[in-house]
């Protein structure tokens, strides 16, 4: 048994250890507010198990593994259905760019500490309303004030920031050059005057997202992160963190399985659905194309394991998973006939096919759209040209809106 | 588990490649389609030359002792120059046939000389819709019946089929000189397809019952992972062949990539040309395991759709010289059809991994 099998395994067994406690069947009917606090908790005893901050240097708390062992773990993680949601961003972005970004180590490493513990939780504020796939064309401005800053503006979809004690925010600090060289990387503190935050209800029915508004939030200059005018840089370091995730062939829906099941005991036209051919080719072409996705990864981890560098095809995951879940989870839906109308907005999406599909379009949105998706492979691995851009080298100001 | 590449089988992709991008032309394979029975002689000539024929046998039996990863590798890249011949991949499914299933002098009769392509050899297991037919007669050691449209057919030496004995299923081996066959045109011609007319022809008994049912999925299986590769090949050519005209034509002002209607189009036959890799890879992986026959359909199925649509994609990409005959692209798209038909239609291998998915979850 190799390494990462033998780490894989004790991961495992500290997880089944826990699961009664944090797992799904733990969080059923519990509130968003129960449900933190239990994430909070969870979050507690994963660090002092040694499963936080895998990959992280062993100076700001890290465990100093590889990305390998974090992605076992996630992986091993993932089915319990653990309450991690709410520290998702904050773990996977914010708090690995301080890291990397912020001068003072001590101040650095304090919360650290505490995001891993589930005591602190940060957010990324990127997206704006002008802006969200065009991350450069936002308009959130910083203008100096004293020896500081003064921010204005509005983000939006940022992800628990109804939670957040901190977050990570990239500003307009030169309107007078082109739009990437004009920016600026700061964090904020959320908790500052004139920082509010208002949850967005998504079609769902749940509000993991909100609109944040800044209206003369001063920051002071050893808040910034980047050089002025250098912050698209550290926005793009930022996004390039979660190279290394663990994927979900099932597009983070449920599992064939589920969907092998259902079919098992429905009926169409009064004969068993498992024997129409609709569905066995649904179930044999999902099948394949996850089976393929599988091996993606599997392969992507052991060319990590031999200190290779995974190629680019593990970035297909979320485009072909994401959007065959969706179209899967319709199909689940018709197969129950009246009975499919039956919904309930908080089941988890891995389990239930209502909820799994009116979610599935977010999957598609956030993280990078499809269409981003389809052109980054284009233009980075297939090396075809970048879209005409009519505002490329205007200065950000002559942009006509 | 999936793989990594050792440095041998790195070589093995490589040399191939080299070998085949410098002999195999669009301008040789185009009068190919226009006649019955003509194969590009070259391809059959390195294949036997370089051990292709060989790779996969023992080297007990003149074989050189790798496997289905390595003829994979050999398929991916005949695929990509379309080959010319179609014979690397029934030979090997059969002389597994006979390595498996047949008594020592069968194997010496027939695997040294499939090792080194001197025969040549064909599965006839299809019959119409059937993928597996067995209405070829067997009976006191003779066949009877006709094996239709069988892929090779013009020229193989030896054929391994199904039939039936009237009470049982039959996977047995004949010999195929002096028997009749009438070659049939196909929108693939070079890939020989004939009917097979046994008639009173000698052959002998490899497999019965329901071991022999077993036999001919597990040939079909193996040589579904051969193809899915040879797919992948032709479907990453067809890849790279648009886009390459997608930087060089231009239209309104700039190259044709940049539109993304035209450049999603062909990031999307990236996506399925990893995802056939990745299948075919896999199942060759997995050989000699219990989901072997699942992985080998899902890789089947990944491959022929890749294909298929990378044809169909790589000629709309190409506007109106994608569909002249100089071109080329119709070659491809004859070519992921016959591959789509001869190991088996999806619809067999939907049903296949249906039924495994069904054992798995009961």
């Known amino acids: 048994m190799s390494d990462i099998d033998i780490y894989r395994r004790k991961a495992r067994a500290w997880l089944e250890s826990v699961a009664p406690r944090f797992g799904r069947a733990a969080r059923a009917g519990l509130s968003e507010e129960e449900d933190l606090a239990l994430g909070r908790a969870y979050l507690r005893e994963r660090f002092a198990a040694g499963y936080a901050g895998i990959n992280w240097p062993i100076e700001f708390g890290g465990q100093g593994l590889g990305h390998i062992e974090k992605v076992a773990f996630e992986t091993e993680e993932m089915p319990f259905g653990m309450p991690t949601a709410y520290f998702s961003i904050s773990l996977g972005m914010p708090v690995p760019i301080i890291m990397r970004f912020c001068e003072d180590k001590a101040w650095v490493k304090e919360r650290v500490l505490k995001a891993l513990q589930g005591e602190e939780i940060w957010c990324q504020l990127f997206s704006e309303p002008a802006g969200g796939s065009d991350l450069a064309g936002l308009r959130t401005r910083a203008e100096t004030d004293g020896n500081g800053w003064k921010i204005n503006g509005q983000k939006v979809w940022t992800s628990w920031a109804q939670y957040s004690d901190y977050g990570v925010i990239v500003v307009r600090t030169d309107p007078t050059v082109p739009k990437h060289k004009g920016l600026t990387y700061f964090w904020v503190d959320m908790k500052a005057p004139g920082v509010t935050v208002r949850p967005i209800k998504l079609a769902g029915g749940d509000s993991h997202v909100n609109e944040v508004f800044f209206d003369d939030v001063k920051v002071g200059d050893d808040h910034r992160m980047s050089p002025v005018g250098g912050g698209f840089a550290v926005a793009m370091a930022t996004l390039m963190i979660e190279r290394y995730v663990a994927t979900d062939s099932a597009g983070f829906g449920p599992h064939l399985d589920l969907f092998v099941a259902l079919a098992e005991e429905a009926e169409i036209n009064g004969r068993p659905a498992i024997e129409d051919g609709r569905i066995r080719q649904q179930i044999a072409r999902n099948h394949a194309m996850r089976n393929s996705l599988d091996a993606i990864t599997a392969r992507a981890m052991k060319m990590m394991q031999a200190g290779m560098e995974p190629g680019p095809e593990g970035s297909l995951n979320k485009l072909v998973s994401v959007r065959s879940r969706q179209k899967l989870s319709e199909l689940a839906i018709d197969l129950q006939g009246a009975a499919g109308l039956h919904f309930d907005a908080h089941a988890p999406v891995k389990q239930d096919w209502g909820a799994s599909w009116i979610n599935a379009p977010t999957g598609r949105i956030a993280g990078g759209a499809d269409e981003m998706l389809l052109n980054t492979i284009a233009e980075k691995i297939l090396g075809l040209p970048q879209d005409h851009r009519p505002d490329k080298g205007i200065p950000f100001n002559q942009i006509p809106a | 588990m999936s793989i990594l590449y050792d440095e041998g089988q790195q070589a093995i992709a490589s040399e191939s490649r080299r070998i085949l991008e410098a002999h195999v032309t669009t301008e040789a394979l185009l009068p190919l389609l226009e006649t019955q029975d003509a194969i590009f002689e070259p391809f059959w000539s390195i294949a036997k030359e370089q051990g292709w024929t060989a790779v996969a046998l023992p080297e007990a039996y003149g074989g050189l002792g790798l496997g289905l990863i390595e003829l994979g590798l050999v398929a991916l890249q005949a695929g990509r120059s379309l080959s010319g011949a179609p014979f690397l991949t029934p030979s090997f499914g059969a002389a597994r046939a006979i390595l498996d299933h047949g008594d020592e002098a069968l194997k010496q009769h027939w695997l040294p000389r499939l090792a080194t392509g001197d025969a040549i050899c064909a599965i006839a297991f299809a019959e119409g819709q059937q993928v597996i037919g067995r209405s070829l007669a067997f009976k006191d050691g003779k066949l009877g019946g006709t094996k239709p449209a069988v892929t090779g057919g013009t020229r193989a030496d030896v054929a391994v089929v199904t039939a039936s004995d009237g009470k049982e ?194």
């Not at chain 2, 070079?190 to 071991?211: E, K, N």
């Not at chain 2, 062949?241 to 231009?250: E, G, K, P």
């Not at chain 2, 072997?292 to 709309?316: E, G, L, M, P």
């Not at chain 2, 569909?323 to 070519?335: D, K």
Request: aromatic share 6%; proline share 2%.
């Open chain 2, 169 to 362: 299923p039959i996977l047995a081996v004949a010999e195929l000189a002096g028997i009749e066959r009438q070659a049939i045109d196909s929108f693939d011609n070079s890939r020989c397809a004939a009917d097979l007319i046994f008639a009173d022809t000698p052959a002998t008994v490899l497999a019965r019952g329901p071991a022999a049912e077993e036999a001919a999925l597990h040939i079909l299986a193996l040589q579904a992972v051969i193809t899915a590769h040879e797919q992948t090949g032709g479907a990453e050519k067809l890849l790279e062949t648009a886009r390459d005209y997608a930087l060089t034509r231009r239209a309104f002002g700039q190259p044709i990539g940049a539109f993304q209607s035209v450049k999603h189009r062909i990031a999307e036959i990236y996506a399925l040309v990893e995802l056939a890799r990745a299948g075919a890879v896999h199942a060759a992986s997995r050989e000699g395991q219990d989901d072997f026959i699942a992985a080998a359909a899902a890789a089947r199925i990944q491959a022929t759709d890749s294909y298929d649509t990378a044809a169909r994609d790589c000629v709309q990409v190409h506007g109106g010289i994608g569909v002249t005959w100089e071109a080329g692209l119709h070659l491809h798209m004859r070519r992921a059809r016959s591959l789509a038909i001869e190991q088996g239609n999806l619809f067999f291998w939907e049903d296949v991994l249906v039924d495994r998915l069904r054992e798995k979850a009961a």
